[in-house]
């Protein structure tokens, strides 16, 4: 990955081999948990975030119902024993 502005023209392809490997050329990384593209904006990293907000908000209301209701039996059972 070659970092640029996207006024920048793309720096040449270049094919770099290792071990008789080829190494291929990415538009986009994962560094220290933070995705960045190329041209060092944050639109990839900003669409995994929303992405795992959106399952975890998602999650949150689900449970919201079942534990009410957990909460609920328990008042209930708690307030019909006698003291």
Do not use: G
Request: hydrophobic content about 40%; overall charge positive; glycine content about 0%.
């Amino acid at each position: 990955m070659s970092f640029h502005t996207w006024q920048q023209k793309l720096p040449l392809k270049t094919q770099i081999n290792f071990d008789c490997m080829n190494i291929t050329r990415k538009l986009e990384t994962k560094f220290l948990d933070i995705y960045i593209n190329e041209n060092i904006k944050w639109d990839v990293h900003i669409e995994c975030l929303s992405s795992k907000l959106s399952k975890s908000y998602y999650v949150t209301l689900s449970l919201k119902d079942i534990v009410s209701a957990y909460i609920t039996s328990v008042f209930v059972l708690y307030t019909a024993i006698p003291a």
